[in-house]
């Protein structure tokens, strides 16, 4: 099946420094990738969707400025959190849809600690 | 607006049966989706529903009906390792996959 995979697994960093969050897609190509971000005991919240050479679409609240989204070819896509604080802490998870259009495929997540 | 309703938690007897049930109200429809997702871990697909009926893989099957926006994941022979969130998601006209809360299954033995 298709895998989607994740780097970093976990991160902890220092408030005000930036991460980047890589996602990829192993064995297909993916026009449009979306990113999630998921707090303790709640559900999936989509920040961005994603789409191969063009800019990002983020939803309502979500600060382009700070989460900076660069879709570069069709198996990756970055997310950059920039002067990350606290309370960007959550758990980062991509997906990827492929040609086809029908399934999301998810990556394994990436856990965000900001001290 | 667009809203998908499902039970927040349920609680079920290791080796029973249990149904979660998802209402939903979208702009469009283009599909409806059930993820299974352990604590710290990524959703994972389990079904996928776009015609009205009852699709069956393994011990899961899924139940759509389009008329009164109602779709239910039916788990049988349940399984100390079925304990996970169930998320319900609907796929819109544009599309787009909106999420429901989930539904958190507590398997007793």
């Known amino acids: 099946g298709a895998v989607v995979s994740q780097h970093p697994s976990w991160v902890i960093c220092k408030s005000g420094t930036s991460v980047k969050i890589e996602c990829r897609s192993l064995?297909?190509?993916?026009?449009?990738m979306f990113w999630y971000r998921q707090f303790p005991k709640q559900s999936l919240m989509l920040m961005a969707t994603s789409n191969e050479g063009s800019k990002a679409t983020y939803e309502q609240g979500v600060e382009k400025d700070k989460f900076l989204i660069n879709h570069a070819s069709l198996t990756l896509s970055t997310l950059t959190v920039t002067s990350a604080h606290p309370e960007d802490s959550s758990f980062y998870i991509c997906?990827?849809?492929?040609?086809?259009?029908?399934?999301?495929?998810f990556g394994p997540g990436t856990r965000l600690t900001v001290t | 607006g667009q809203n998908i309703d499902q039970p927040t938690e349920m609680t079920a007897t290791e080796g029973a049966i249990v149904q979660i049930n998802c209402t939903y109200q979208?702009?469009?429809?283009?599909?409806l989706f059930w993820y299974q997702q352990h604590a710290g871990e990524a959703p994972t697909f389990l079904s996928y529903n776009v015609l009205d009926g009852l699709e069956e893989k393994g011990r899961f099957s899924s139940f759509l009906s389009r008329s009164k926006g109602y779709s239910y994941l039916l788990l049988k022979e349940l399984q100390m390792k079925d304990s996970a969130s169930y998320l319900c998601a609907v796929k819109d006209s544009n599309y787009q996959l909106i999420w429901g809360a989930g539904t958190k299954l507590i398997i007793k033995p």
């Open positions: 064995d297909f190509q993916a026009t449009t």
């Open positions: 979208t702009s469009g429809f283009n599909g």
């Open positions: 997906s990827a849809r492929d040609l086809t259009g029908y399934e999301q495929y």
